[in-house]
């Protein structure tokens, strides 16, 4: 039967208020009963006049329409106050009535020019939430994922120019370069000068810069197409909450920002067992920092680096006592020199190499000497190697696919992280910040309304129990009064 609907009720006037429009399992609901918000005042208190000037609108009511934005993968702050007008659920996470006139969208950006740039709001944000996260016990610290991944610049890769720039030395220059002056002079070798390159000059290197965003850095890897980027280097738990980020432009390899995330990981938690990273981190200096810090390094296998055809390192073996290599034909390289890299240098004998019937596998080199590199690190890899192996550490890099990928993949594609509207480090960081803080609020929200079912339950079946034990009880003192009688 065909049904033709009316929109004659559209014209109906309801006495209704809003609590009644928004569903009780609405997820703002149990956000706004799993949170209080109130904190907020005491944080922004002091970039607002408490007697003086016009009324403002309500700090809370500025940072929940960013929570929105981030909540429900809003592109901007313009969709995200056109929502606010019509969906009834957002007006009353905000506070507001049902005819209540929702800010214009130009008000978060002024406010945020003129008090929230330049402070560390946001990150206290982040961070309050995450520590609420952790009073309620749903984070575990022991072991920690850390990986990068890249966001896209509002930048056009054609607008772009050329800069020149100096490059930044090592942030463990000092400690390497002592460690390699102290090894040179176990060999009897003249240490090096603390310069950049050892010859009292700067390296410089030429940067492709973008026109629009210049504090952006162009990203190519792999298949992914060349673009200007910014890189969000994350640490995560095994329950999948973010734990800190650094951002950085997307021209900066994950390994040279592992530093200064592993630091604020160090102060701020103080049980940390393993550390899990992929291969881009399984650098010499990294081992070393991890388990320098009593952590354990859990790594992958890194495919040694090499020509197709040629012999790789690990078809060298070396002697320790001995302090040398042998070759795949039993010939000895012997230690020539620490260059200054880190790397010592081992070298064969051309005379014995020349008439090698394994030579084309082995150099092409027109002394027809082989040279295998050794950094002076190298045990801390052989450490983290060792611990590749273990079973403890295939099933904790087991997991993952299941935590820092997976934060990753709910933030690009449920959470919009995958481009940035915005310009700038700073506001590409308070975005992420944001963005992550209510990733972390709503898995708190979800941990809160499972635990607090779990203890219902938990407690009704004690109740049960204990009822039960009365009861035997009762009917025991019943049976020995009526046997006495």
Known sequence: MLTKKETTKRNQVKMVCIEELVPNNHILRKIEAAMDFSFIYDEVKELYCLDNGRPSIDPVVLIKLVMIECLFGLNSMRRTIRECEVNMAYKWFLGYDIDEKVPHFSTFGKNYVRRFEGTDIFEKIFERILKEAINSGFVNTETIFIDGTHIKANANTKNNYKETVKKQAKSYHKQLIKEINKDRTEHNKKPFDDDNDGNGKTKTVIQTKSKTDPESGLFHKG?????????????????????????????????????????????????????????????????????????????????????????????????????????????VLKYSTTNKEGYREYKSQCDICKNCPRLKNCTQSKNTTKIVIRHVWEDYIEKAEDIRHTYYGKQIYSLRSQTIERVFADAKEKYGMRYTQVKGINRVKNKVLMTFACMNLKKLTKFKQKYGLLKGLLSTFFIKIINSIKISKKSCIYTKTVSVV
């Open 223 to 331: 298949e992914h197409k060349r673009c200007f980027a910014y890189t969000a280097h994350t640490s995560c738990d095994k329950n999948n909450f973010v734990l800190d980020v650094v951002v950085s432009s997307g021209n900066v390899h994950d390994s040279v920002k592992f530093d200064s995330l592993f630091e604020k990981l160090k102060s701020k938690y103080n049980n940390i067992k393993a550390i899990v990273v992929d291969a881009g981190y399984k650098t010499p200096h990294i081992c070393k920092q991890i388990i320098d810090s009593n952590m354990m390094p859990v790594m992958p296998y890194k495919r040694p680096m090499g020509k197709k055809g040629f012999f790789r390192k690990n078809d060298f073996v070396y002697d320790e006592y001995y302090d040398c290599y042998l070759c795949p034909e039993n010939q």
